[in-house]
């Protein structure tokens, strides 16, 4: 990893754990490599390897709704989208925050920290991306589904960064190149 990918991975995770500091969403909207290097799904799940019974959660957390039809994915406005995406973190992290606030074995708790964290840092770059046009409604695309396995949590949230989020920067990017990263995203 070279050291403006990495120096910007820092300062997006530094954004939405200290108050003042201010990452440029658009870096992350186009910068691929940057938006990998935040994903630590593969992390936690190595993590969860390393934990003896740490894949049970003691309360079900709420998965996003991950079905989606590409069409349909399509005809929606880049608001519509974003609000789709920022409401299946913010259910996740509630689910999270739910469970973490009950007394779980030390790896367990790390684990959901880490996450927790991590789905902070994707709703803190979202919901700082200055779209123009209508405001996007913040409602689920479709009902999710609780598990209490937290694997299935991982795959979850990883299904979401590699799917809808990537779609929405793909379609963001292309303003990246044509305007020389000086677009009011």
């Known amino acids: ?17 200290i108050p003042g500091v201010q ?3 658009i870096d992350f909207v186009c910068d691929g490599h940057a938006r990998r290097d935040l994903n630590t799904v593969k992390e936690l799940e190595s993590g969860m390897g390393e934990c003896s019974g740490s894949a049970l959660l003691p309360l079900p957390i ?11 994915w399509d005809r929606k406005s880049v608001q519509q989208k974003r609000g789709d995406i920022v409401a299946a973190l913010r259910a996740l992290a509630q689910g999270v925050r ?4 009950l007394l779980l074995p030390e790896c367990q708790a790390s684990l959901l920290e880490r996450l927790e964290r991590s789905v902070t840092n994707y709703l803190h770059i979202l919901t700082h ?24 949590v991982f795959w979850s949230f990883s299904r ?14 292309a303003g990246c190149h044509a305007e020389g990263k000086t677009s009011n995203l």
Not at 98 to 101: A, I, L, N, T, Y
């Open 129 to 152: 991306l200055e779209l123009t046009g209508e405001d996007d409604s913040l409602v689920a695309a479709c009902p999710g589904h609780p598990t209490r396995n937290l694997g299935d």
């Open 23 to 25: 990452a440029r969403p």
């Open 62 to 72: 709420t998965l996003p709704c991950m079905k989606t039809h590409k069409a349909s």
């Open 98 to 101: 739910e469970v973490r606030s």
């Open 160 to 173: 979401l960064l590699t799917g809808k989020l990537e779609w929405l920067a793909a379609e963001l990017s």
């Open 1 to 17: 990893m070279d050291l403006s990918r990495l120096l910007l991975l820092l300062l997006s995770m530094a954004a939405s754990d």
